[in-house]
């Protein structure tokens, strides 16, 4: 009765459903909100630490530790959009920073990628959110820092615009998180059609713009190298001073490559209000520049009237406007020319709406008053960018487009020149082979079996025979003339001619027939050894003996 009074054992309760990584989100998102905020943090670390290496290398500081850290919150900020405030004018008066240095947006922007690729990364064992849920969490996190770096940074020298901090930083924040979500996906794009063309074709018509302004702006710096020299001399006397305005030209190159891109598209660049420096400037000229001394800025030609050089600039442009309507051209082999000319021009505005980005980015105030426009308009630039590729890239892409379509026709063309031989002999073969076959089915039809042996042994008889008589016939020359006789007074005498009738006749006859049937019988043996058969090959399968069964 024991089994009926013991406490029975708890039913072990099932295993719990699996839950979706995509249900847990509480943890999910908020690991990306810290992974946000310590991108946030791994920036501002980075830049205090090169603000504070500068610092110490300074013989003659402006002010402690403190200050040198309220800088570099200030630079993190200006890196993001955001433009800084100078307190310490010789007027007084608070003038504006707003000259984003974009090579100083590598590293936040990157981080602030990095954190969102990771948060969405598939080999994670830990739960992931959803894609926007990501984007949100990390770019909240990021912002919090932000935020705290902004009222850091207004007890120093260069306090924030908050304005432009809570307009410009999220803005970019996000798009940088953006990225780093498609990253994470594969970087996917939609279809293979005409918009991932013109999307390509627009990458490749932006790198060539870019890297033709690259140029230009090395080229200038070479042709006045004297000029920079003097400027970084009188900057800075000590090496310290003058590693730190190498460093700072640095940071500040790109935005000259985007300022190259503008000087090549037309509009050019503002050196302070009413100084406009370009190809085409007022009336052909370029304005006195009020810019204050700096070697990159010793660059830019003087005012005066433009000549073939700044002329030759137009070859920016025309590079990238070529380029894009070749590789829309090579895409659209099998388009319509009217499909070619939208993508062409999709690609074209695409490029435009990126120039105006950039450039926007690129430029900004230096100060108050004269000092208020510094750098490229935008509002001029990426139009401009847009009627050149839109001008030059969709004649550019019919061409290219119209040449691939004529080249695949003439190699076709050639290809079927060069094997019409080849089928017309094929197609002469075929009739003989045909007519052979049927000549041979109408031999042994209605035969059976012993008409196609019949047919076959006749024509090993006749080539028998054909190789017999070849054998048998004296070589050419080899008998007696014709007409020659005995020679007259030899010793031997000709023999007598034997009769039909006679038994030596007989007998010379019967050799003359077995010496004949054995040179019949050698052919046939010949003939079978070159056709490497026995005498049984002509016969059919069916007729072979079967090979012995095993006991």
């Known amino acids: 009765m024991t089994h009926l009074t ?3 054992p708890s039913p072990v309760p099932p295993p719990a459903p699996d839950v979706p990584v995509q249900g847990r989100r509480s943890p999910a998102l908020a690991t990306a909100f810290v992974r946000g905020a310590v991108a946030a943090g791994l920036g501002v670390g980075a830049l205090a630490v090169l603000v504070t290496v500068v610092w110490i290398s300074s013989p003659y500081p402006d002010g402690g530790a403190d200050s040198a850290l309220q800088t570099a919150a200030g630079l993190w900020l200006l890196a993001h959009g955001a433009d800084l405030i100078r307190t310490g004018t010789v007027s007084g008066v608070p003038a504006p920073l707003g000259v984003t240095p974009m090579l100083l947006c590598v590293l936040p922007l990157w981080l602030a990628h990095r954190a969102a690729r990771d948060t969405l990364d598939p080999a994670d064992t830990r739960p992931v959110p959803s894609p926007a849920g990501a984007v949100c969490a990390v770019t909240g996190g990021y912002l919090l820092v932000a935020a705290v ?3 850091y940074t207004e007890a120093g020298a260069f306090p924030a615009d908050l304005a432009s901090a809570g307009c410009w930083t999220p803005v970019t924040v996000f798009a940088a998180a953006c990225a780093g979500a498609w990253t994470a996906h594969g970087r996917p794009l939609p279809g293979q059609g005409a918009p991932v063309a013109a999307v390509r074709a627009a990458g490749y018509a932006l790198a060539a713009l870019l ?3 690259a140029l230009l702006v090395v080229g200038s710096l070479l042709w006045h190298v004297g000029d920079v020299q003097v400027s970084l001399g009188g900057l800075a006397g000590e090496w310290s001073g003058r590693l730190t305005v190498t460093l700072l030209a640095l940071t500040l190159l790109p935005n000259a490559v985007v300022w190259g891109v503008a000087y090549g598209l037309g509009p050019g660049f503002a050196l302070g209000t009413g100084a406009l420096v370009g190809p085409l400037g007022p009336l052909g000229h370029t304005a006195a520049p009020a810019a204050p001394d700096f070697p990159l800025l010793a660059a830019v030609p003087g005012p005066g009237p433009a000549g073939w050089p700044q002329w030759a600039t137009a070859a920016v442009p025309v590079c990238a406007a070529l380029v894009l309507g070749h590789r829309v051209g090579r895409s659209a082999h099998d388009w319509p020319a009217r499909r070619t000319a939208l993508t062409a021009l999709g690609a074209a505005g695409a490029v ?19 000092l208020a426009a510094f750098g490229p308009v935008w509002w001029q630039t990426g139009p401009a960018a847009l009627a050149w590729c839109a001008l030059l890239g969709v004649p550019a892409a019919l061409v290219v487009r119209a040449w691939g379509r004529w080249s695949t026709r003439r190699a076709a063309r050639r290809e079927s020149e060069l094997l019409a031989p080849a089928q017309a002999a094929a197609q002469a073969v075929v009739p003989a082979a045909d007519a052979a076959a049927a000549e041979t089915e109408a031999e042994t039809e209605g035969r059976g079996v012993r008409g196609w042996v019949a047919v ?3 024509q090993v008889r006749r080539r028998g025979a054909k190789r017999a008589g070849d054998t048998t016939a004296p070589p050419h020359g ?10 007259h007074g030899s010793g031997t005498a000709p023999a007598p001619e034997a009769s039909a009738d006679s038994p030596g006749a007989a007998k010379t006859a019967g050799a003359g027939a077995s010496a004949g049937a054995l040179a019949r019988l050698d052919a046939l043996e010949s003939l079978d050894a070159d056709a490497d058969e026995d005498g049984y090959g002509v016969l059919p399968a069916a007729w072979e003996p079967e090979p012995p069964k095993p006991l």
């Open 456 to 458: 076959r042994l006749g």
């Open 352 to 370: 435009g709406l990126t120039v105006t980005l950039l450039t926007a980015f690129a430029g900004g105030p230096l100060g108050s008053g004269r």
């Open 149 to 151: 770096v902004v009222i």
């Open 6 to 8: 013991a406490p029975r």
């Open 211 to 213: 890297g033709a302004g």
């Open 478 to 487: 080899s008998g007696p003339a014709h007409g020659s006789g005995p020679a």
